[in-house]
């Protein structure tokens, strides 16, 4: 057995990088990602490792470095992006660009979402560098780390412009990247949720149109009121619960291990294939938004507007709705749907941008089964299962292009925290990062040591990954 690296010189390591990472205010817009690409690529190449910056607009750029193999299997990418959401109009209790530690955790916008992946990420290709390579030990396949900017306004600059203008850089037969999750419930380690599939964004714009004129005469055509009606009619309009087999699997093996026993009840109807039973576990998961998500198609109003003074009402108001769809549905019949439910030839919908559909990535490859033989040799009988996140990530656009993408924010968090992404006092406890670097190092190091099957073996044996 190879011996494992000094683990608290290593975590000491990785907070050092993670506080620094987060010192960069690299919020898009604008993003300004530039010189914390500099700095990344700047700890690459004096650690040895062959290292590329590349600068896709004005203060934007990529880092993508590589740990060669020898090429008997394909590569395997670590992907994570650099920049972050805002703090406009929220109340810390810490400078969200300082990298403070206090109360066990590192505190920092992007703490969470994703320089901490980041900071794993590099720590962990710092590892490979000298506990693999440096020994005389290659490994079977390239390591390749990618940060990516742009990833929180869509990823135009990112992994979609690396994959259009430098393919060859980032084709792999495998990625790790954010997504997924390792839940943390009153101090015990839940399960962890792989991410191998994502709901389908589409943004929609919902109109409405009223007789305008003198706000001295109310008007019963108001646009505005005709708007909130339909907003209202939205809100209250139920999509049917449909199950994807990527879901399935999921409440299928967390039901076992859920701490409420009412919810993994409702896990346990949702997951059969009875409608009635379905509709009731769906029911009850409403009260854990996050996985209610995952039954059903979802629409959210976001913008409104309309009117432009007190005593002018407006011919039209409008709101912009972030919809997302389950893989393989269609955005026609659902908007169908919304519109039946508004009931007002007044009021318009009209679909606007689109993400991708992806292929999910199955749960029987070898990067999947390095996650779990990972995770369970940390924590041994951790629950590990794929999963379908209601957001969109990256690794749709590697699905797209043949990559088999993985999601899986590596630190085992508590719900109270991980409510904190993207909002006010985002931190990281050093423990959980402790538990996050040793994870995908091990699933590095395993992909990297050549043992499991190639992918013609495996596809021979388990078939390919169905949606």
Request: hydrophobic share 45%.
């Amino acid at each position: 057995m190879e011996p494992e690296p000094n683990w608290d010189a290593a975590l000491e390591e990785v907070v050092a990088h993670l506080r620094r990472l987060l010192q960069f205010k690299t919020v898009n817009p604008p993003g300004d990602e530039l010189p914390l690409a500099r700095h990344l690529a700047a700890v690459l190449d004096a650690a040895g490792i062959e290292t590329r910056l590349i600068e896709v607009a004005p203060s934007r750029a990529a880092v993508v470095a590589r740990l060669r193999g020898t090429g008997n299997r394909e590569p395997l990418l670590l992907l994570a992006h650099t920049d972050v959401v805002g703090v406009e109009g929220q109340q810390w209790s810490a400078d969200p660009f300082a990298g403070l530690v206090k109360d066990g955790c590192v505190y920092g916008r992007g703490a969470i979402d994703d320089k901490g992946m980041l900071a794993v990420n590099l720590e962990t290709m710092l590892l490979l560098r000298r506990e693999v390579v440096a020994r005389g030990r290659p490994a079977a396949r390239d390591v390749v780390f990618v940060a990516t900017p742009d990833e929180e306004t869509g990823g135009a600059l990112g992994v979609k412009w690396l994959l259009e203008h430098h393919p060859n850089l980032v084709r792999g037969a495998c990625a790790l990247n954010e997504g997924g999750r390792v839940r943390l419930h009153a101090g015990r380690l839940l399960f962890a949720a792989v991410q191998c599939a994502e709901k389908v964004p589409y943004r929609l714009r919902l109109v409405a149109s009223g007789s305008g004129g003198h706000s001295m005469i109310p008007r019963p055509g108001n646009a505005i009121c005709r708007l909130g009606r339909a907003l209202a009619a939205i809100a209250a309009h139920e999509e049917a619960v449909q199950l994807t087999p990527t879901m399935r699997r999921f409440f299928d093996a967390v039901q076992a291990i859920w701490p409420d026993n009412a919810q993994a009840a409702a896990m346990r109807d949702v997951a059969s294939r009875d409608a009635a039973r379905q509709r009731a576990g769906a029911a009850v998961l409403g009260a854990l938004p996050g996985l209610a998500a995952l039954v059903q198609n979802t629409v959210t109003p976001t913008t409104v507007g309309g009117g432009t003074s007190s005593n002018v009402v407006p011919g039209e108001a409008w709101a912009l709705l972030d919809a997302r769809l389950l893989p393989g549905e269609e955005i026609g019949p659902f908007v169908q749907r919304l519109s039946a439910a508004i009931g007002d030839a007044d009021v318009r919908l009209e679909a606007g941008r689109r993400g991708p559909d992806s292929p999910a990535s199955p749960a029987t490859s070898p990067l999947f089964e390095a996650i779990a033989d990972t995770a369970r040799e940390l924590s041994p009988g951790l629950a590990v299962a794929p999963f379908m996140s209601p957001g969109m990530t990256e690794s749709a656009l590697l699905r797209v292009a043949g990559i088999e993408a993985y999601g899986l924010l590596p630190f085992p968090l508590e719900q109270e925290d991980e409510d904190r992404m993207h909002g006010p006092d985002e931190r990281l406890p050093i423990e959980s990062l402790r538990f996050g670097l040793r994870l995908v190092y091990g699933v590095a190091r395993r992909l990297a040591s050549g043992s499991e099957p190639t992918a013609g073996e495996r596809s021979a044996f388990y078939g390919r990954g169905t949606r």
